[in-house]
C-alpha cells in the first residue's frame, strides 16, 4: 500500500476530549513540475487544493510550501507555489 502524506502524523488527545493530528511540516524541494498561482478574492486552500490536486485535502501541501501558517489569511494578489505532489508522496 503507498504511504500517506497523513501516515507520519501523530494525534493528541486533550484533556477536555479534543483531538488534532500532528505532522512534520513539509520542507520545499523545488521541482521543475511546481505551478505558480495569483490568490483571487474568494480563493482558499480546499478550494485551489482542489483544483490543481483534484484533492481538497492536500490544502497542507500547499499551504507547507508557502510557509502560510494561517490558511484563511490569504491576501488578494498574492503569488504562491502549486508543489508537484509526486515531490511529497
Given at each position: 500500500?503507498?504511504?500517506?502524506?497523513?501516515?507520519?502524523?501523530?494525534?493528541i488527545?486533550?484533556?477536555?476530549?479534543?483531538?488534532?493530528?500532528?505532522?512534520?511540516?513539509?520542507?520545499?524541494?523545488?521541482?521543475?513540475?511546481?505551478?505558480?498561482?495569483?490568490?483571487?478574492?474568494?480563493?482558499?486552500?480546499?478550494?485551489i487544493?482542489?483544483?490543481?490536486?483534484?484533492?481538497?485535502?492536500?490544502?497542507?501541501?500547499?499551504?507547507?510550501?508557502?510557509?502560510?501558517?494561517?490558511?484563511?489569511?490569504?491576501?488578494?494578489?498574492m503569488?504562491?507555489?502549486?508543489?508537484?505532489?509526486?515531490?511529497?508522496?
Amino acid at each position: 500500500m503507498k504511504e500517506s502524506l497523513y501516515d507520519k502524523g501523530y494525534i493528541i488527545n486533550y484533556p477536555n476530549g479534543e483531538q488534532s493530528l500532528q505532522r512534520d511540516v513539509l520542507v520545499y524541494k523545488e521541482d521543475i513540475e511546481d505551478g505558480l498561482y495569483t490568490i483571487r478574492d474568494g480563493d482558499n486552500l480546499t478550494m485551489i487544493a482542489y483544483k490543481f490536486y483534484k484533492d481538497p485535502l492536500k490544502w497542507f501541501v500547499i499551504a507547507d510550501v508557502n510557509e502560510i501558517e494561517n490558511p484563511f489569511d490569504l491576501r488578494v494578489g498574492m503569488d504562491i507555489i502549486i508543489p508537484n505532489l509526486n515531490t511529497y508522496l
